[in-house]
């Protein structure tokens, strides 16, 4: 079945930096990517995501990119700021049967923005 | 107006207790998915209902029993809790069954001592 790797598993930045995670995944047939952020004591939020057709999509200082190819993606902040911290997931979606809509989720990333 | 809830936010019970954990989301989706996120964050799909019927069953125990008695609602009866059971269970919601755009609830977490 379908496997996504993400690293880093902690990435500390200074405000203002840039900070990127990236994650792979296994299954060539999976064509949705989408990225979620997950504040202390929340639930997942949604936050990008991205489909095998396109290879970048950009939302105000939030981006991300997919190498179909070498099957990874990758997600970009931009003028990091201190609420941008909390854990990041990627997520994969497979296709199998009767598991339709099935997303599979990285083991996620803690971001700490430093003021 | 919450788009998707999920009662009780904490829940602290006995080993060997039942208990249900009840979801609603007020977005007029078709979807909605349980899933378990564990203590070292790994969140991962336990079901899915479309239309009340159930689409995604992943290797849960039998003692996990979801059921949906319209699409705006999904609840979760556990049977004969156990440690391990102790996680954080996450209701999402999406507009169908293709699972794109998932809305995720605040979460419930169980606590089995």
């Known amino acids: 079945g379908e496997n996504v790797e993400q690293h880093p598993s902690t990435l500390s930045v200074q405000e203002g930096d840039s900070a990127v995670i990236k994650c792979t995944y296994s299954?060539?047939?999976?064509?949705?990517f989408p990225w979620y952020k997950q504040e202390l004591g929340k639930g997942p939020q949604l936050i990008i995501d991205?489909?095998?057709?396109?290879g970048e999509k950009k939302d105000q200082r939030i981006a991300v990119t997919l190498n179909k190819t070498a099957k990874h993606f990758s997600l970009h902040i931009t003028e990091t700021q201190p609420e941008d911290s909390a854990v990041y997931f990627c997520a994969a979606q497979t296709r199998y049967g009767g598991s339709q809509g099935n997303l599979i989720f990285g083991k996620g990333t803690k971001l700490s923005v430093k003021p | 107006d919450t788009a998707v809830s999920q009662t009780p936010k904490y829940l602290v019970t006995q080993m060997g207790n039942d208990k249900s954990i009840k979801c609603e989301q007020n977005?007029?989706?078709?979807?909605m998915y349980w899933y378990k996120q564990d203590s070292k964050k790994f969140l991962k799909i336990m079901f899915s209902y479309n239309n009340k019927e159930l689409i995604i069953n992943e290797t849960v125990p039998n003692r996990f029993s979801p059921k949906s008695p319209d699409k705006a609602h999904l609840n979760l009866h556990i049977n004969s809790l156990e440690l391990g059971d102790s996680a954080v269970y996450f209701c999402?919601?999406?507009?169908?069954?293709?699972?794109?755009?998932?809305?995720f609830g605040p979460g419930t977490r169980l606590t089995v001592l």
């Open positions: 999402a919601s999406s507009q169908d069954w293709r699972g794109v755009e998932q809305f």
């Open positions: 977005l007029g989706h078709d979807t």
């Open positions: 299954d060539s047939a999976s064509n949705y």
């Open positions: 991205i489909r095998s057709n396109v």
